[in-house]
């Protein structure tokens, strides 16, 4: 679904539920409380308020035959907690999962007619949900590089600004990773690539940095090919680090257009959402992963959102 058929076909509450039904329950309505497929659909009168005389909508529930529990396609996800209808959270899921640049709280408070709180809760989580969880490591052939991300330097001529460095670690025909890292030692590359490939990959494909030097590492019976940049000499029969690279210049050029308004301490997050289109890229459905995803990821109230940081790092815990 794109952003107009979320507009055309999704523009009741009934509808919203419906396909939130189905992307949460693609087998069949469960029961929350004990996975029974045995579910009554009911319908809740509204309460009538006293004091105005007005009754709220009707609730359509669903209640399980064996345990009597109550739910709605809702309960216990994101969706339950806002008190923002629907049709609302799943156009702003379709415009930040179609925007390429990113798309500010501004931009998305102006676009629903929300408060700027609301529509900060509503990116934050959605972003959130654009990270792959429990990514597999990368098994194939793999390119692993290093770039350089920002403007001019300032300060110290010559050294880096620690924010700059990305790691990129691609496999051939596969995923993509990238890692904002402190700096580009060795110790900092090694750990981001022994967080984002199995020990029994197919290859490596560096440059000739030292910096990539695995002989002693886990990596040890992994065949490291290294193409001799300094040469001027970029490919050399399968030799090269070409695929990580226009990876690379994708992001930077998707980059460029955002990044005056955005502050290096979002490069991350940035990263997580370009590598997440870009793996999901022959997905034509990012929309519907984004909801799915986001109907299975349980409820965070926003009181604890802003208590965490303003994104998870791309980087595997140490196992
Ligand atoms: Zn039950």
Known sequence: MNLLDVYKELNTEAKCLAFLEHMRWPGGVKC????SQRITRITAKGKLNKKTGRRSPDRELYQCNECRFQFTATTGTVYHDTHLPLAKWFIAIALITESKKGMSANQLKRALGVNYRTAWYLCHRIRKAMIEPNAP????VVEVDETYIGGKQRGHRGKLRNKDVVIGVRERGGDLRLVQTPDNKADTVYRVIADNVAKDAQGLMTD?????DFRLTQFKDVPHRQIKHRDKIYVQGDVHTNTVESAFSLFKRGLTGAFHKVSLKHLQRYLNEFSWRFNNRKNPD???LAVRRLALAGNLPYAKLIEENAFTPFVRPQQ
Not at 32 to 35: F, G
Request: net charge neutral.
């Open 286 to 288: 990012l929309f519907g």
């Open 137 to 140: 490591k990368l098994r194939g």
């Open 32 to 35: 929350l409380a004990c996975e």
């Open 208 to 212: 000739e940095s030292t910096i990539y």
